[in-house]
């Protein structure tokens, strides 16, 4: 979404309260995230039900082997459908920059949750970002290695190296995914307050904004300002 | 396992000696197919199609005995037919009977995820149980001899089972039973492995194939159904019999050292995410200074 469609959204714009909301994610972009995101959880329980014996259990929760093995490279391309929406949305806003770099490199403030040493980042930070890029170029790898491994039957033996490639990239970059995976879900419903019922509700509270994304903040409350 | 129930450990009451104890029974079997004396006639297959209850697939004809360009997930025996130029000139039909090696150490149970859909019974016999398969072929991936055949309908996985529910009743094999020329043997792996020797003998002392010899892999911990070879030293003459198979590297690397470091990351990134929480707490947000929103929001020069 544009800048604009952001600001025409700040509720309240004259209070200054800082509980005032600001509308951080449009309908659809909410809408397309739970998209991927049950698409995702069920590629990860079907995914390592394939992984190891020991949870194999898993499967027999989503309806069984046979149904996990039909429904998997379906419901992979739903998620890739509401990955690749989402790359056309936000392609901008996570272009990496000079100021990410920055912020990359006092990445251990960040982690020590000292925020306020940090220099101030855009709509997402370079955390964000790298999680974006890494699941984008990760299912990207996932699609083609998953293609060769839903119609494996399809290949004549003379390229059977190409299964063996396919096997090893679908999990070894399936587990990078769920290394990032991980990380976005313990950040933004455990770690950082605000972050979760924004992705449902749509707002964050104008400090929250301050707080995690202040070149943002100013980007969406100085436009609103009426011109003078 | 059922000849276990007829060899005595103990008895009781019983003064002396006991018959059998010491006895060393071998449950491993083994199909020999002697190339050498193979004909071609197909009986094998037929033999195969008719005790597995399949019909007759289409066949394809290009020019040679090859009707079938390979084995299918409803037909699990084959041979394949080689024209070979020997070094005199001289055209010699090398024909192999191609089906599951039935190996001790297999591809395709090591690389299948599914619980209980590849069997391996302790007579050597791999066996694929389709109620338990999930059609995902990944035993496709793992067998280095091409045999596992997925079925686009029944969405599962076939090959040949070494007639397991005739050896299990005493009986031999269908395609052993059917063959006229006596290429075909079936026995303990030992017997069959000095057939096969005694075999390979006479073909370099009498018959003159010096190079003749026993496929029985290595690589793949030896297998449960062995050849005799006029040419060990050159297996790919054969319709593609690999000269040193072995489960792939890229599935012992999955189902190994992957698993292992995947498992490990997964679960420390778990633990470590908690510790983080538990260390150093949640982000939270912090009130705009009062200055900063007294009156007005932020001007456009305060943008940094």
Redesign the interface.
């Known amino acids: 979404m544009t800048t604009d469609a952001i600001s025409r959204n700040v509720a309240d714009?004259n209070s200054?309260?800082?509980e005032d909301k600001i509308v951080r994610y449009t309908f659809v972009e909410r809408v397309n995230h739970w998209i991927g995101a049950f698409s995702y959880i069920y590629l990860l329980i079907t995914g390592l039900?394939?992984?190891?014996?020991y949870l194999?259990w898993l499967?027999a929760i989503v309806g069984g082997?046979?149904i996990?093995?039909?429904w998997h490279p379906w419901v992979g391309l739903l998620f890739t459908a509401s990955l690749f929406y989402t790359f056309t949305e936000w392609r901008g806003d996570m272009a990496i920059t000079d100021a990410d770099r920055a912020w990359g490199k006092a990445i251990p403030d960040y982690?020590?949750?000292e925020?306020?040493k940090l220099p101030?980042v855009g709509r997402f930070n370079f955390g964000q970002k790298l999680f974006f890029w890494g699941i984008f170029y990760g299912v990207i790898l996932l699609l083609l290695s998953g293609g060769v491994?839903w119609y494996?039957?399809t290949l004549p033996?003379s390229l059977?190296f190409v299964?063996?490639?396919a096997?090893?990239i679908h999990?070894?970059v399936a587990?990078a995914t769920?290394?990032l995976f991980?990380?976005h879900v313990?950040m933004s419903v455990?770690?950082?307050?605000?972050s979760f019922a924004s992705m449902i509700t749509g707002y964050v509270?104008?400090?929250?904004a301050?707080?995690?994304h202040?070149?943002w903040y100013?980007?969406v409350?100085?436009r609103?300002?009426p011109k003078q | 396992m059922s000849q276990a129930s007829t060899e005595i450990v103990r008895i009781s009451g019983h003064a002396g000696s006991v018959a059998g104890v010491g006895l060393n029974r071998e449950f491993a079997v083994c199909k020999l197919v002697d190339t050498t004396t193979c004909i071609g006639c197909k009986a094998c297959e037929v033999a195969c199609l008719e005790w597995n209850g399949y019909t007759f697939t289409q066949t394809s004809f290009d020019n040679s005995y090859q009707t079938m360009p390979e084995t299918a997930w409803n037909y699990w025996n084959l041979i394949k037919f080689n024209e070979h130029e020997r070094a005199d000139g001289s055209t010699m039909l090398l024909m192999r009977k191609d089906q599951c090696m039935h190996c001790a150490d297999p591809g395709c149970l090591a690389a299948c995820p599914a619980d209980g859909a590849i069997v391996q019974y302790a007579n050597g016999i791999i066996d694929f149980q389709e109620a338990n398969c999930i059609g995902c072929g990944y035993c496709m991936t793992g067998c280095p001899f091409n045999i596992p055949k997925f079925s686009p309908t029944a969405r599962k996985v076939f090959k040949c089972t070494l007639c397991n529910d005739r050896v299990s009743q005493g009986l031999e094999p269908a395609c052993i039973k059917a063959c006229p020329t006596g290429c075909l043997h079936f026995g303990t792996k030992s017997e069959m492995k000095e057939l096969a020797e005694t075999r390979a003998t006479q073909l370099r002392e009498v018959s003159g194939f010096a190079d003749a010899g026993v496929y029985d892999p290595e690589g793949v911990g030896g297998t449960h159904v062995i050849y005799v070879l006029h040419d060990a030293k050159n297996p790919e003459l054969y319709g593609g019999l690999p000269k040193d198979p072995h489960v792939p590297w890229s599935v012992r690397l999955w189902k190994g050292p992957l698993k292992w470091l995947g498992n490990v990351a997964m679960v420390g990134g778990v633990v470590g995410m908690a510790l983080h929480y538990m260390r150093f707490g949640p982000k939270k947000e912090e009130p705009i200074p009062p200055a900063e929103l007294a009156g007005e929001v932020p001007k456009n020069e305060t943008r940094v």
Do not use: C
Not at chain 1, 49 to 53: G, K, V
């Open positions: 714009r200054d309260h800082n039900a394939f992984w190891s014996p194999y499967a082997g046979p996990a093995r039909s982690i020590q949750n925020d306020d101030p491994l494996t039957e033996w059977r299964r063996y490639a096997i090893l999990s070894s587990l769920i290394g991980l990380i313990y455990v770690l950082e307050e605000g509270t104008r400090a929250w301050w707080t995690f202040r070149t100013y980007d409350i100085g609103s300002k």
